[in-house]
């Protein structure tokens, strides 16, 4: 289970006789039951590719509205990008492409951001968590909700030295991915930009989870970043 709470939940590890699992709670937006569907959507295109799964659910509770799942120990790959270990994205990438695709061409949306992906401790297994998420009507969602989660970590990176080298890793994910689909860097462009109109419209949404610090932030910096990124987009002078 991701260490990031989302805006919707909160996440709580229970330590049970040296057995964890993790309780997550939704306060808004979503369900347990509609997490649930999304990872029972989730787990055939995962079972088809090596290396890959879903995390397993242990309980659902419509009442509640709580999940009771069970913890991973690893670390997210959004974790890991932050802390310098980019060569993880090369060692994944083959496989997340895939899972991208299968998404792709089964019509199925999942949140595919890099925190909701567990590196299992031992190294042998990428695990998918949190794939709930609000569709947005984008050929290649998947792919551009990762690469959008890639950019925020640009964009939040105290190791600047590393800065080209994870826009090189965007590159190289969507040369590859146009190589599979057939899909068009101008056509992923755009995709993007729409994405992050979206981003920027949830980002003004008050959340229960946020406090005012967190809402000023989303609101004084967090959305004029996106805006700009996105004119940059649209204007060509950011590819993808």
């Known amino acids: 289970m991701s260490k990031l709470a989302p805006r919707n ?29 999304a990872y029972t959507r989730m787990q055939p295109l995962c079972a088809a590719i090596p290396g890959v799964r879903t995390a397993k659910i242990i309980q659902v509770d419509a009442v509640m509205d709580t999940l009771r799942l069970e913890f991973i120990p690893g670390t997210s790959l959004y974790e890991s990008v932050c802390q310098g270990h980019i060569r993880l994205l090369h060692i994944w990438r083959d496989s997340l492409l895939q899972l991208f695709f299968a998404a792709k061409n089964n019509n199925i949306y999942f949140d595919a951001d ?70 068009r860097s101008d056509a992923l462009r755009m995709q993007m ?4 109109h979206q981003v920027i419209a949830w980002n003004r949404e008050s959340s229960p989870v ?11 910096v967090v959305i004029p970043t996106f805006t700009l990124i ?7 002078w950011v590819k993808i």
Request: proline residues 4%; glycine residues 8%; charged residues 20%.
């Open 210 to 220: 946020d406090g005012p610090l967190t809402t000023a932030l989303r609101r004084g």
């Open 230 to 236: 996105q004119w940059l987009l649209k204007k060509g």
């Open 114 to 183: 890099p925190s909701n992906f567990i590196i299992h401790e031992n190294g042998r297994e990428l695990v998918v968590i949190d794939p709930v998420c609000k569709p947005v009507d984008l050929e290649d969602y998947a792919l551009v909700v990762f690469l959008w989660g890639l950019f925020k970590i640009m964009l939040r990176s105290v190791r600047v030295w590393h800065i080209g080298e994870i826009f090189g890793v965007i590159m190289d994910y969507s040369l590859h991915y146009r190589k599979i689909t057939g899909s």
């Open 193 to 196: 930009g729409q994405y992050i």
């Open 9 to 37: 939940a909160t996440v709580r590890i229970v330590d049970a006789d040296c057995d964890p699992y993790v309780i997550k709670r939704y306060h808004a937006t979503f369900t347990a039951v509609a997490e649930h569907h």
